[in-house]
């Protein structure tokens, strides 16, 4: 049973997508503190750009095209929701967690690598961020896939559709968030 | 019209379901696992009165130390040097982020937000159980950390490395972890209950409740955790760094390895001094609310109010660097953060003058909350001037460390967690509990509280002026630090404590008592105008039985022309 509370609208945004917002402008700050630490340890370091060349630049530019293509069927997604096309709507999220689910594939594959050529998390400066920020992100689109399979399971049966976009804006978030770490980590020299 | 219908049609749910709940449900589910905002307001208000005790406790163990060195304190037994760290660190850290936090910002924020906003609950009812689950179990891991091997975590509230970084260092291997996991878990907490709060003043406002029709406090209180929202990202994300640096041998803050210890220092205050503010603006709303009750009279410049706490809100995250004067930032930095620093007196001291211009020529009633909202304005202030000679640069070279910033961060949060909690308790107690508590000891509670905290940290002031450092366990070993007026200044100061945690025996007693006790309380007994006074006392699950709805700003007081000198905001005209 909901509460009178959540039904009102005084600022004319649902109350679902007021608090996504909110929840953003949390996340942005704590990537922009890793963020912004990292880019003044490399300005300050910039030995590290011989680490950074040990990343798998390619892999990461796939990664990128992937987690772009996702935040596309996302939007599908919304606009079957917006038609009320439940079925469709969860079809394309399911659509969404697979792109989730190779970024994070192709992401363990590179770790691996990275990890049996000796670049661990302790291996210097440079490698405590690469794995702290892309960890990080990681965790997002994992925690954001879960979220969307459980958004899909209701939007099935055409239920709480609005769900479809709330998920969806933060989807657009964890591509923003991979749009800067991928120039930072693996491009930048 | 048809909306309202719908609104009326769930309020009978509502009340119709309260009353069925109020059979079947046992204790367990009604007291801990409830989603009613006032159950989950009480949850965080008496677990940060319970922590209040355990940081009390811990101060009254390390003021023994320093006033009679090595002698063993009753209670307590004799102090070692690393249990005299780890008393220090956690009770700052007790004291803020699970005293004045959970109390004034959740504690509050969840009582009076859908009240005075006119909702039958948060937005989101079950995260916001959520949120006080998150926080239980991060007093839980705090409380523990004190006990495991080497005891808890020694490295101060700030927990600057490399001393936190390193267990050879700080030699508390577990106990520096789980203080950061503790302070990470009790952040989620307040992210989630931040949320609701902001998401429930903007949209949930009941039906012609416009911005500008909102209470002082729910501004304070949204806008405060906005600034927290805002500010504890990279405090969240410092957190994970140095707990990597900790357990995984990751290099940050190593600068042995090209690691930057001063970047947590950035990391910590860039949330550490807006945090100041996430717990100021809450307690500056509840003595505003106090203020204009008790005197009668409408809040002097209701949107300068709302201006200013913005002000304060924007410029508080611009004064950061103001606690690295000393720690080797350029000196050009430090000639902007002195006048940052010295910049955000001015909407503060705004709204002082504002206050000031509310009780003028208003009819003041010398009520137990009224006592400690002026209190709060006259301590407060102390703590407010004396931030200004610290946030010059040139004199903070000169008392950084020393007791003189101990004792102006105690008089900014004492009267923010102790006296304008105070305030908030004795004027919302009626509605809260339906009961009226004793003005009598209520008083006695008010003048053994502010006199003997003026006696702990004047003497501070003076100690610290000499140039007494802080964070030295035995000032015995210091000649310099040792003479005897100086040793008496820190007995004066310990026995100031002893009499004021002595004098708040009254106040438990009374507040105890009266929770069953006292007399029966009306809806409004102070005749107030805001929506909150027009539920009944205490307020059944849903608040209301018909929603109410909002027709004027809440400070009407003493119109001309109207026969009562109030005039409540659901009030038809």
Partial sequence: ?189 | MAEHTHERAHVAGTANDAHHDHHEVGWFKKYFWSTDHKVIAFQYMFTGMFLALIGAFMAYVFRMQLAFPGQPVPGFGVVSPGQYNMLITNHGSIMIFWVAMPVLLAGFGNYLIPLMVGADDMVFPRLNRLSYQIFFLSAIVLLTSLFVQNGGFGGAWTAYPPLSANKLYNLTPYGASMWLIAVALEFVAFLLGGINFIVTSMNSRAPGMKAFDVPIVVWTIVIASILFMASVGPLIAGAIMLLFDQTLGTSFFNPNRGGDPVLWQHLFWFFGHPEVYVVLLPAMGIVAEVMTVFARKKLFAYKTVIYTIIATGVLSFFVWAHHQFVAGIDPRMANVFTVTTVLISIPIAEMCFVYIATLYGGSIRFSVPMLWALAFMAEFLIGGVTGIYLGASGLDIYFHDTYFVVAHFHYTFFPIAVIGVMAGVTFWFPKMFGRYMNEFWGKVHFWGTVIPFNGIFIPLFILGAAGEHRRIFDYKNFPQFNHPWQNDLRIFATVSLLVMLLFQIPFLVNFVWSMFRGPKAPKNPWKSNTLEWTADSPPPHGNWAEMPECHRGPYEYSVPGREQDFWPQNEKA
């Avoid at chain 1, 990890?115 to 302790?122: A, H, L, N, R, S």
């Avoid at chain 1, 990681?138 to 055409?158: I, T």
């Fill in chain 1, 1 to 189: 049973m909901k509460t009178i509370a959540t039904t009102r609208s005084a600022m004319g945004i649902a109350t679902g997508k007021l608090a996504v917002w909110w929840v953003l402008v949390s996340e942005i700050v704590i990537f922009g503190g890793v963020l912004v630490s990292y880019i003044m340890h490399r300005l300050g370091h910039p030995e590290w750009a011989e680490q950074a060349a040990h990343t798998h630049m390619w892999l990461g530019a796939f990664n990128t095209f992937v987690l772009l293509t996702s935040s596309l069927s996302a939007v599908l997604a919304h606009q079957a929701a917006e038609q009320g096309n439940g079925r469709k709507a969860a079809n394309l999220l399911y659509l969404t967690c697979l792109g989730a689910l190779t970024f994070l594939g192709v992401k363990s594959f590179e770790w691996t690598n990275e990890i049996k050529e000796g670049f661990t998390i302790q291996a210097g400066g440079f490698w405590s961020y690469y794995y702290t920020a892309a960890g990080l992100h990681a965790f997002h689109v994992f925690a954001g896939a879960l979220v969307m399979l459980w958004v899909a399971s209701s939007a099935k049966k055409n239920e709480n559709l609005h769900r479809v976009e709330n998920v969806g804006i933060y989807w657009h978030f964890v591509d923003i968030v991979w749009i800067f770490l991928f120039p930072l980590l693996y491009i930048a020299k």
